[in-house]
Nanobody, 124 residues
């Protein structure tokens, strides 16, 4: 089993910054991709938006709405992924979820894991 735990959320004023962390633990042989999603107020789970993704090969992809403002990075030794969010806007307000594509054991399938989510509120 793999556990993901997000931290670093909270209330910030427009134009401010936050850094979210996602710590992974448990049975992890390899992590093929690390991503951040968000679910805006009033949206259903199926409407979660991909914010950023980082592959094990170092490729990144960002939603158009956050391009140039957000960065994603990884501390492999700590099994921790970060989402640095700058120039935050009220429309960035959402619950942010960490998602990892994990191979638990050598030769096993890849599985998707989610953290419980963390609230980010951008408001004056």
């Amino acid at each position: 089993q793999v556990q993901l735990v997000e931290s670093g959320g909270g209330l910030v004023q427009p134009g401010g910054s936050l850094r979210l962390s996602c710590a992974a633990s448990g049975s992890i042989f390899s992590i093929n991709a690390m991503g951040w999603y968000r679910q805006a107020p009033g949206k259903e789970r199926e409407e979660r938006e991909l914010v950023a993704v980082l592959t094990s090969g170092g490729r990144t992809n960002f939603a158009d709405s956050v391009q140039g403002r957000f960065t994603i990075s990884r501390d492999k030794a700590k099994n921790t992924t970060y989402l640095q969010m700058n120039s935050l806007k009220p429309e960035d307000t959402a619950v942010y979820y960490c998602n990892h594509a994990v191979v638990p054991f050598p030769g096993s399938h890849e599985y998707d894991y989610w953290g419980p989510g963390i609230q980010v509120t951008v408001s004056s």
